[in-house]
């Protein structure tokens, strides 16, 4: 089938039903429409962009290894075209570029903007997947690709009164697209994870007054943005094929050698040089060009967590601000942020630290938000950076029903049972792009999708040449995937913070960690399965 037919009048038919508009449901739409597939993708934004769409706070910013290798790679044409201006983009040039593919491709006209799906079940009979959108319709896809985002789904807090506020609330997650003015406001900014981090400062340049509402002190990294020159983006250009080589070998998935260096050889005067030196050059090179052993080590990465208490003393001139704001959790286990005159914010006489775990929150007014010993900080607008229910968030809030009417919020009470982080039992056809279990937000996401992508491409190619109409996990390949993904996380300090990434950040969520920390010996183990005639599927012939 080449393209969407219609199987009575209520039903439109395709081979691939998309959920999600953003950088990996894209992918997916040029992707399976190059194999000869009809498609349909749904998103609820307006536009393009997903993630990017939505979080266009003040402040956003690519936080990983930056342009240009934050990037499709599946066309060279797109790469010889596109000038990223600075190494870390702002949002709004991310979503210039995510606009700029969606239009050299036109993909916008396999996508219903504005649509949520609201259900989505698998009939066994047809082998199909059925769904629902919030417009009313109804569409079925023999395969559904849930590009949903692993940071999509808002994590709201719930403080007594929190809704009594009068005052403009917005989440860093939902900004809005018209501008929002901070001119002559008292702002309360609630979280200081990477968005807070980011957003802080520029509202601190005109709030009138800041109130940050803090629950964890974090560590937080020079951001060095740099703007792009011609010349880098001549050398970027000409290196390109040796460059993509380099990120398809790299643990991340960026064109970096690997680590060799464990911080447990050096002195603690060679570790500091070293810290120092990455300090001044910022980006994520303490995780690129760090020492291996910081996340595996307690000493290894006490000597880094010294040095960025170090950082923050020096930078913070109020003493007692400074020690608010030391972390005390492993640096490296919760995501690593990148800031751009965040510390130094502290020193401005309109910004105020209120320490949460000192003072906590006790109820919200009209017009204020109530600490229990600070009091009453009178406020015009609440801005919550609180987060995601992140990775499974999404998903499960649409809670897939499979074979019998089994729901995925049924399958996934005590952990996210899948198999390469990708695949479920029982909801056979249905893949997840960057799902619990898959490297996800440890690898340079835009590349991790097209590589999952591609297998799957691969693996319906397979179904066909043989017949069959369904695939799924055996159960045994679920158990064992969880105990991989388990094993390498607990051989690291990682699962001992509590992150989004254990799920520690939502209440009532299981404690798991939810991401394979192997790097890229998952594409290996998707590369071994595959050449294995799909190790540990299960087939069904088709109807
Ligand atoms: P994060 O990293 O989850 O940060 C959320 C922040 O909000 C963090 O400081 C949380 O404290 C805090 N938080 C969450 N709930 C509450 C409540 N109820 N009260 C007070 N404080 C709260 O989300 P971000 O959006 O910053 O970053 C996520 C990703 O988005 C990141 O990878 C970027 O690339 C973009 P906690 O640490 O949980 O104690």
């Given at each position: 089938m080449a393209s969407g037919k219609q199987s009575n009048e209520s039903i439109e038919e395709f081979d691939v039903l998309i959920i999600g508009a953003g950088v990996s449901g894209l992918y997916a739409i040029h992707h399976f429409r190059e194999m000869g597939?009809?498609?349909?993708?749904?998103?609820?934004?307006?536009?393009?962009?997903?993630?990017?769409?939505?979080?266009?706070?003040?402040?956003?910013?690519?936080?990983?290894?930056?342009s240009p290798y934050y990037c499709y790679t599946f066309s060279d044409e797109l790469m010889e075209e596109w000038d990223w201006e600075e190494t870390q983009s702002e949002g709004s040039a991310v979503l210039e570029y995510i606009d700029h593919v969606a239009t050299k491709f036109d993909l916008r006209r396999d996508i219903q903007f504005e649509t949520w799906v609201q259900d989505a079940r698998y009939d066994d009979a047809t082998q199909r997947w059925t769904i629902e959108t919030s417009r009313g319709d109804r569409a079925s896809g023999r395969f559904l690709i849930c590009a949903s985002g692993a940071l999509s789904t808002a994590n709201m807090p719930n403080y007594e009164g929190i809704h009594d506020f009068a005052g403009e609330v917005h989440h860093t997650g939902q900004w809005p697209h018209e501008p929002v003015s901070f001119e002559g406001k008292r702002v309360a900014v609630m979280g200081t994870g990477s968005s807070g981090i980011q957003a802080i400062p520029e509202i601190a340049k005109t709030a009138d007054h800041v109130t940050v509402l803090q629950r964890t002190a974090q560590f937080a990294f020079p951001a060095g943005n740099r703007p792009l020159t011609d010349e880098d983006r001549d050398e970027a250009r000409k290196l390109w094929d040796e460059t993509k080589a380099m990120m398809l070998a790299h643990s991340g998935g960026f064109p970096h050698p690997g680590n060799e260096l464990a911080a447990l050889d050096f002195t603690p005067e060679e570790r500091n040089a070293h810290y120092e030196k990455l300090w001044k050059i910022g980006s994520f090179r303490f995780f690129l060009n760090g020492y291996n052993d910081v996340a595996t080590s307690e000493e290894a990465n006490a000597s880094l967590s010294d040095f960025v208490r170090g950082k923050i003393r020096e930078i913070v001139k109020d003493p007692e601000t400074a020690e608010k704001l030391m972390p005390d959790h492993y640096v490296m286990t919760k995501r690593p942020i990148l800031e751009d005159g965040y510390w130094e914010t502290y020193n401005r006489d309109n910004v105020e630290l209120v320490d949460l775990r000192e003072d906590p929150i006790v109820r919200f007014t009209e017009n204020s938000v109530v600490t229990a010993t600070s009091g009453e900080h009178p406020i015009d607008m609440l801005v919550l950076a609180t987060g995601f229910d992140a990775i499974s968030g999404t998903i499960l809030k649409l809670n897939p029903k499979g074979r019998g009417g089994v729901s995925l919020k049924e399958r996934w009470t005590d952990r996210f049972h899948n198999y390469l982080g990708m695949v479920v039992k029982d909801f056979p056809n249905m893949f997840m792009i960057h799902g619990p279990g898959s490297p996800g937000v440890f690898y340079n996401m835009p590349l991790g999708a097209e590589r999952q992508i591609g297998w799957i491409g691969d693996l319906i190619r397979f179904l066909d040449e043989h017949g069959y109409g369904a695939a799924e996990p055996a159960a045994e390949s679920e158990e064992a995937w969880g105990n991989e993904v388990q094993g390498i996380a607990n051989a690291t300090l990682f699962p001992k913070t509590d992150s989004w990434w254990t799920g520690a950040n939502v209440e009532g969520k299981p404690r798991y960690f939810s991401a394979y920390l192997g790097g890229g010996i998952y594409y290996m183990r998707l590369a071994d399965v595959a050449s294995k005639e799909y190790a540990g599927f299960e087939f069904e012939a088709a109807p």
């Amino acid at each position: 089938m080449a393209s969407g037919k219609q199987s009575n009048e209520s039903i439109e038919e395709f081979d691939v039903l998309i959920i999600g508009a953003g950088v990996s449901g894209l992918y997916a739409i040029h992707h399976f429409r190059e194999m000869g597939l009809s498609v349909r993708a749904y998103d609820g934004a307006k536009d393009v962009g997903g993630t990017w769409w939505y979080n266009c706070y003040p402040g956003a910013r690519v936080d990983g290894p930056g342009s240009p290798y934050y990037c499709y790679t599946f066309s060279d044409e797109l790469m010889e075209e596109w000038d990223w201006e600075e190494t870390q983009s702002e949002g709004s040039a991310v979503l210039e570029y995510i606009d700029h593919v969606a239009t050299k491709f036109d993909l916008r006209r396999d996508i219903q903007f504005e649509t949520w799906v609201q259900d989505a079940r698998y009939d066994d009979a047809t082998q199909r997947w059925t769904i629902e959108t919030s417009r009313g319709d109804r569409a079925s896809g023999r395969f559904l690709i849930c590009a949903s985002g692993a940071l999509s789904t808002a994590n709201m807090p719930n403080y007594e009164g929190i809704h009594d506020f009068a005052g403009e609330v917005h989440h860093t997650g939902q900004w809005p697209h018209e501008p929002v003015s901070f001119e002559g406001k008292r702002v309360a900014v609630m979280g200081t994870g990477s968005s807070g981090i980011q957003a802080i400062p520029e509202i601190a340049k005109t709030a009138d007054h800041v109130t940050v509402l803090q629950r964890t002190a974090q560590f937080a990294f020079p951001a060095g943005n740099r703007p792009l020159t011609d010349e880098d983006r001549d050398e970027a250009r000409k290196l390109w094929d040796e460059t993509k080589a380099m990120m398809l070998a790299h643990s991340g998935g960026f064109p970096h050698p690997g680590n060799e260096l464990a911080a447990l050889d050096f002195t603690p005067e060679e570790r500091n040089a070293h810290y120092e030196k990455l300090w001044k050059i910022g980006s994520f090179r303490f995780f690129l060009n760090g020492y291996n052993d910081v996340a595996t080590s307690e000493e290894a990465n006490a000597s880094l967590s010294d040095f960025v208490r170090g950082k923050i003393r020096e930078i913070v001139k109020d003493p007692e601000t400074a020690e608010k704001l030391m972390p005390d959790h492993y640096v490296m286990t919760k995501r690593p942020i990148l800031e751009d005159g965040y510390w130094e914010t502290y020193n401005r006489d309109n910004v105020e630290l209120v320490d949460l775990r000192e003072d906590p929150i006790v109820r919200f007014t009209e017009n204020s938000v109530v600490t229990a010993t600070s009091g009453e900080h009178p406020i015009d607008m609440l801005v919550l950076a609180t987060g995601f229910d992140a990775i499974s968030g999404t998903i499960l809030k649409l809670n897939p029903k499979g074979r019998g009417g089994v729901s995925l919020k049924e399958r996934w009470t005590d952990r996210f049972h899948n198999y390469l982080g990708m695949v479920v039992k029982d909801f056979p056809n249905m893949f997840m792009i960057h799902g619990p279990g898959s490297p996800g937000v440890f690898y340079n996401m835009p590349l991790g999708a097209e590589r999952q992508i591609g297998w799957i491409g691969d693996l319906i190619r397979f179904l066909d040449e043989h017949g069959y109409g369904a695939a799924e996990p055996a159960a045994e390949s679920e158990e064992a995937w969880g105990n991989e993904v388990q094993g390498i996380a607990n051989a690291t300090l990682f699962p001992k913070t509590d992150s989004w990434w254990t799920g520690a950040n939502v209440e009532g969520k299981p404690r798991y960690f939810s991401a394979y920390l192997g790097g890229g010996i998952y594409y290996m183990r998707l590369a071994d399965v595959a050449s294995k005639e799909y190790a540990g599927f299960e087939f069904e012939a088709a109807p």
